[in-house]
T-cell receptor, first 109, second 114 residues
């Protein structure tokens, strides 16, 4: 089955700086790569996703890049704000979503 | 997107008792739902795939006799934690999704076994 690894586990940045979170996956047949944001005690919410026929996707301050050859994808957040502080999970697996271990992002004002 | 409602949001039970958690897909007919467990500061671990009208598919290491799943209709899946113990205390959350599409989550259930 799919295995998804995520790094780093914790990331602390200054407000206005960029944050990058990386994930690798094992199943070369995977075609869909979502990123979720989870605030404390709440349900995960999709923030951006990418499909295997696309190398990069951007939505305002958030972007995701995908390298299918290397089987890794990354989340990029620019101009970080304190409200970006949360836990971020990457996902893979196709039919059933397998999540990475999560990255706790702290944005310091 | 799909609206998923989970109930209860919090439950405290005594050790040895059973607890039932409901997951409803309010606007989407879900032949499949997924159950996850999340320990504090950890990831969402897939427990099982709930299949409408048939047996659930459990992930490796998950005890099917302890975590009973029933998916009797296209809008409702239930997870029953049987003979609960303190180590079963966790955040349980369900989701609905299609293949290669966004997952929509319930609000989660925080179970505390005392």
């Amino acid at each position: 089955g799919e295995n998804v690894e995520q790094h780093p586990s914790t990331l602390s940045v200054q407000e206005g700086d960029s944050a990058v979170i990386k994930c690798t996956y094992s199943d070369s047949a995977s075609n869909y790569f979502p990123w979720y944001k989870q605030e404390l005690g709440k349900r995960p919410q999709l923030i951006i996703d990418i499909r295997s026929n696309v190398g990069e996707k951007k939505d305002q301050r958030i972007a995701v890049t995908l390298n299918k050859t290397a089987k890794h994808f990354s989340l990029h957040i620019t101009e970080t704000q304190p409200e970006d502080s949360a836990v971020y999970f990457c996902g893979g697996g196709g039919f059933k979503t397998i999540f990475g271990a999560g990255t706790r992002l702290f944005v310091k004002a | 997107g799909a609206v998923v409602s989970q109930h209860p949001s919090r439950v405290i039970c005594k050790s040895g008792t059973s607890v039932k958690i409901e997951c409803r897909s309010l606007d989407f007919q879900a032949t499949t739902m997924f159950w996850y467990r999340q320990f504090p500061k950890q990831s969402l671990m897939l427990m099982a795939t709930s299949n409408e009208g048939s047996k659930a598919t459990y992930e490796q290491g998950v005890e099917k006799d302890k975590f009973l799943i029933n998916h009797a209709s296209l809008t409702l899946s239930t997870l029953t934690v049987t003979s609960a113990h303190p180590e079963d205390s966790s955040f349980y959350i369900c989701s609905v999704s299609g293949r290669d599409t966004e997952a929509f989550f319930g609000q989660g259930t925080r179970l505390t076994v005392v």
